[in-house]
């Protein structure tokens, strides 16, 4: 198994709370993405990141802020959650932008 | 943009039967890579199968394989001999050659039964 850990594995909140979601790698990877996944969708990239405090937006970011202020480590935060962003978010990681990206177990988030 | 179409939502076979997914994409890109990721009731997400643009050899991993047909834009995946263990969802993936991003479909559910 790739060393990645996400957490909380599973959070419930209400709409317009603050909510940060982690993802720890163990790796030493220089690449970590985010992605939720919705039924219908597959999986969509959020924000990713190339290195300590590089980022970029991916394909549904309105909504989501990222941090990475050291490698293993890579925040995705909710600043005012809405339940349109009751989802499963799922982290990634990968040494060279080419390799296959292999992911964490996933952080179900359900937002009333 | 790249878009990644898995046109079967869900398929059913039989145990030891051979299974095929579809997947179709479209891309403006010469150089890239495809994959197929599957997803087991546990929610994780593991890497089945990878392909490279480049190579005309189909993938191979075990009872798995592949049919890559690069002018049709065609990314099919082959399970032989289906075990009760591959019920899951199945999504296909793709990445231009730089581009860090993978774009996937929306996935196909498959069960097998016994």
């Known amino acids: 198994d790739a060393g990645i850990t996400q957490s909380p594995r599973h959070k419930v909140t209400e709409t317009g709370t603050p909510v940060t979601l982690r993802c720890h790698q163990t790796e030493n990877h220089r690449y970590m993405y985010w992605y939720r996944q919705d039924p219908g969708h597959g999986l969509r990239l959020i924000h990713y990141s190339y290195g300590v405090k590089d980022t970029d937006k991916g394909e549904v970011s309105d909504g989501y802020s990222v941090s990475r202020s050291k490698t293993e480590d890579f925040l995705l935060t909710l600043e005012s959650a809405t339940s349109s962003q009751t989802s499963v978010y799922f982290c990634?990681?990968?040494?060279?932008?080419?390799?296959?990206?292999?992911f964490g177990d996933g952080t179900r988030l359900s937002i009333l | 943009a790249q878009t990644v179409t898995q046109s079967q939502p869900e398929m059913s076979v039989q145990e030891a039967e051979t299974v095929t997914l579809s997947c179709t994409y479209d891309t403006s890109e010469n150089n890239y890579y495809l994959f197929w990721y599957k997803q087991p009731p546990s929610r994780q997400m593991i890497l089945v199968i990878r392909q490279e643009a480049y190579k005309q050899q189909n993938a191979t991993e075990n009872r798995f394989s592949v049919n890559f047909q690069k002018a049709a834009k065609s990314f099919s995946l082959k399970i032989s001999d289906s075990q009760l263990g591959d019920t899951a969802m199945y999504f296909c993936?793709?990445?231009?050659?730089?581009?860090?991003?993978?774009?996937f479909g929306q996935g196909t559910r498959l069960t097998i039964n016994p």
């Open positions: 990634a990681i990968n040494r060279d932008g080419n390799q296959p990206q292999h």
């Open positions: 993936a793709f990445m231009a050659q730089g581009a860090q991003k993978l774009v």
